[in-house]
Each structure stands twice: as C-alpha cells, then as structure tokens.
C-alpha cells in the first residue's frame, strides 16, 4: 500500500487531458493505496481568475472528481485551502528554495514570458506545489507529462530539506501514464490541452456531449498527406487522436495506425471511443449536481482527515527548522564546539 497525492486547479472546466494524464489514474490508484486528492484553489490565486466563481469552480470540480469515479470511502478528497498547512508549510520551503532552480520552470516562463506584472505567487508555486505533495508523505503522485519538472523539484527540495535539518520528508516518485500522458489541442495539436487556454473546439470537456465530442473530433486539425501513421513528430494531430483511441480502447498506438486508411475512418472511430468513455463520467455528474449536500459532506470528512496527517507532517517539519513549538520552552541549546 502506497500513499498518493495529486491535486487539480479549479482554474477551468476539466477536459480530457485532465482525465486522461491524471484524474483516471487516480481513480485507478484509490484502491488498494492510502490516496489523498485535493482541488488546489490557492494555485487558482496565481492565474487570472473571477472571486465571485472561484468558490463555485472549486464545488464543482471537486463535483466532477466524484463523478469521474473518486469513492470517498476509498480516498480522501479535501480542498486545499481548508487545511492551513499547505500555505505553512509552503514558506519553509520557499525559504529552502533559490531563485535560479525556480527561473528554470518552464510552466512559469510560458506563463509569464518576460512580464514583470506576473504575479510572484505564479513563480512561487511549484514551492506550493511541494508543499502539496511532502505533506501527505506522499511516495507517488499521479499526474500528466507536464508536471514532471515541478516534481522534480519537489523530490530536490525535500533532499535538500532533509539534508539541512534532518529526516524529515519522504521523497515522492512521479507516476506518469503510458498512454495519452500529454493530451494535445485538437485544433493546435502541438500546444497541450489546457483549462486555461481558450480554445472552443480544440478542447474537448470531461461533461461534454456525444454530439459536442463528435463534432470536435471530426473537425480536429489532422496533417498533411492522407496516411495514419503514430510519428507525433512529422504527425503531431493524427498522433494525438490515435494516443486518445488508445487510452479509450487500451491497445498500443502504434498498433492502432495500422487499422485506418483514412483520416476520416480514424476520426470516426475515436469518437465513438471517446463517447462511450465519458458517458459513465456524464451520467454520475447528473446524479451528483441533484444532490450538493452530499459534496460538501465528503470535503468536510476529506479535510478533517487531511487535517490530521498535515498536521503531524507540519509540526515535524518545523521542529526540524528550529522554529520554537507552541507552549514550550526552547529546548537546551547545544554547545559549540571551540
Ligand atoms: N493536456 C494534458 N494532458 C495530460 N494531462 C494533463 N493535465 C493537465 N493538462 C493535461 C494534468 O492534469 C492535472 C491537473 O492539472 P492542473 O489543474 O493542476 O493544471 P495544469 O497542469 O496546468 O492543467 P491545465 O488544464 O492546463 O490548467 P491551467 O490551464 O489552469 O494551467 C495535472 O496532473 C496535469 O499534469
């Protein structure tokens, strides 16, 4: 048994790329494993977003998280900003972290380009992110291809942690999906799918309908000459929709190509696939939206039972930074040497 986190901003409606490269795999990873999955509304504060939705996204994602098939019995699903900790435990490692390794982050210079209006809590928040995952002692965290860089600095950050102040943190392992690990735009087929990039067509909702999948995936940018051939290279939109056909239908890519003579054959296909994977997701949605209570029910246990583990994560972590512990007295400071 393993113990996973991962989380999702509530910065937009979930899409397939979500689904896909990360929420499927937690729902795979619930069972069996101690899971805790939260919807991160302090990353929201980073971005462009509207106060008047924020709380509103925030329900409804974690709506959504239920209705792609999270068991509250079997995992622990909790909104970020109710358990204290993550924003407490965010500026100990920001104070372990250096500016240079944060420069590096590739999500923050597409973000912000060289914009000195970008928010600072947009470069700071991989350190949230880290403070995210350490806190649950987390040793896998399922998420898409484009979180690796920021685990990467999450795993740096807990050695160099524990390296200064002692055995405090363990150091989490990414766990990346072998198929559609990286879902592209289905009208810009080199740009990733993103809640946060406006694109009507090229983005395909978790909710969305037969009728609305169907139409995006017919009218999907594909490349130039007629051969279905698995070279996201040469072939960035034929690729991706046979990466989709494969996560759909669990056969290799590669394999797939093979099957279709024609675009139109393959676009067809993947359709089909792609309804027939979401229905389950769509229905469950319905069944849920007609019964709220029951939403705010699981985020109340979920952030009792996150509060419980952060908590003892956080107090370990700042005992270990020296910081003087509530209603104590110092302990006995030790001689120097010389
Ligand atoms: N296109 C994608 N393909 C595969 N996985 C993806 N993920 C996101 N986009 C794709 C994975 O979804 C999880 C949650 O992502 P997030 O909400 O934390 O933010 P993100 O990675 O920045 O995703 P978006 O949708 O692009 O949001 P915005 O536009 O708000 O930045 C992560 O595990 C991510 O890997």
Redesign the pocket.
């Known amino acids: 048994m393993a113990r996973l986190l991962?989380?999702?901003?509530p910065?937009?409606d979930l899409?397939l790329?979500?689904y896909?490269?990360?929420?499927r795999g937690w729902v795979a990873g619930q069972r069996g494993n101690d899971a805790y999955y939260c919807v991160?509304d302090l990353?929201?504060l980073s971005?462009d977003y509207d106060p008047h939705q924020l709380a509103r996204r925030t329900f409804d994602t974690a709506l959504n998280l239920l209705a792609a098939g999270l068991d509250p019995d079997e995992c622990t699903l909790f909104v970020q900003s109710h358990v204290g900790e993550h924003s407490r435990l965010a500026w100990l490692l920001e104070c372990v972290a250096n500016l240079g390794e944060l420069r590096r982050m590739t999500?923050f210079k597409d973000?912000a380009g060289e914009s000195e209006s970008a928010r600072v809590g947009l470069f700071t928040y991989p350190v949230l992110q880290a403070a995210d995952i350490l806190l649950y002692d987390a040793e896998l965290v399922?998420?898409?291809?484009?979180?690796r860089q920021h685990l990467e600095l999450t795993r740096d950050l807990a050695q160099r942690f524990n390296h200064r102040y002692g055995p405090t943190f363990v150091v989490p392992e990414a766990s990346v999906p072998e198929v559609?690990?990286?879902?592209?735009d289905l009208q810009a087929p080199t740009r990733?799918?993103?809640?946060?990039?406006s694109s009507p067509l090229g983005t395909i909702g978790m909710l969305d309908s037969p009728a609305e999948i169907d139409r995006k995936v017919r009218k999907a940018v594909t490349d130039t000459g007629g051969e279905v051939r698995y070279d996201p290279d040469a072939k960035p939109g034929v690729s991706n929709l046979l990466e989709l056909l494969a996560a759909a239908t669990g056969a290799s890519p590669a394999s797939l190509a093979g099957s279709f003579t024609s675009y139109g054959q393959l676009k067809a296909q993947t359709s089909e696939a792609l309804v027939e994977l979401l229905r389950p997701v769509r229905e469950r949605y319905v069944e849920l939206a007609a019964d709220p209570a029951q939403v705010t029910a699981v985020l109340v246990a979920g952030a009792e039972r996150a509060s419980q583990v952060a908590g003892a994560t956080f107090e370990r972590a700042s005992m270990a930074a020296g910081l003087l512990a509530p209603g104590s007295e110092p302990p006995r400071a030790q001689e120097t040497a010389g």
Do not use: W, Y
């Open positions: 991962s989380g999702i901003q910065s937009g899409h790329g979500n896909l490269g990360a929420i991160v990353h929201a971005g999500q973000k399922p998420v898409g291809d484009d979180q559609a690990a990286r879902v592209m990733k799918m993103s809640k946060s990039v």
